[in-house]
């Protein structure tokens, strides 16, 4: 599947952001998907995960609460809502998705297929 990540941009702390994650060439919901980020000198972290049907999220401890991540799959698209962004936040955000049924989802080598990134800048 390929996929199409949207959405960033330069915001203040404390403002939002709505980050998208469009697919094509696959039946999206048959894949987890997950958002990670990745900010210069620093190791490609998760910070989201939806399951499938959507049904199932987990978050990295540092955006609980503030971060939800969704999913249309009659439009093939995931989203992720970032609030009360921080300086820290500031990173590429990628989307990927997983083919595997059961699988860490904190490992980004699970994921077999990745968007292109999408760059988020939060000023303080």
């Known amino acids: 599947v390929q996929l199409q990540a949207s959405g960033g941009g330069l915001v203040q702390a404390g403002g939002s952001l709505r980050l998208s994650c469009a697919a094509s060439?696959?039946?999206?919901?048959?894949?987890?998907t997950g958002w990670f980020r990745q900010s210069p000198g620093k190791e490609r972290e998760l910070v989201a995960h939806?399951?499938?049907?959507?049904?199932?999220?987990s978050y990295a401890v540092s955006v609980a609460g503030r971060f939800a991540i969704s999913r249309d799959n009659a439009k093939n698209t995931v989203y992720l809502q970032m609030n009360s962004l921080k300086p820290e936040d500031t990173a590429v955000y990628y989307c990927a998705a997983a083919r595997a049924t059961f699988y860490d989802v904190t490992q980004a080598h699970n994921y077999a297929d990745w968007g292109q990134g999408t760059l988020v800048t939060v000023s303080s």
């Open positions: 939806i399951d499938r049907a959507g049904v199932s999220t």
């Open positions: 060439g696959g039946t999206f919901s048959n894949y987890g």
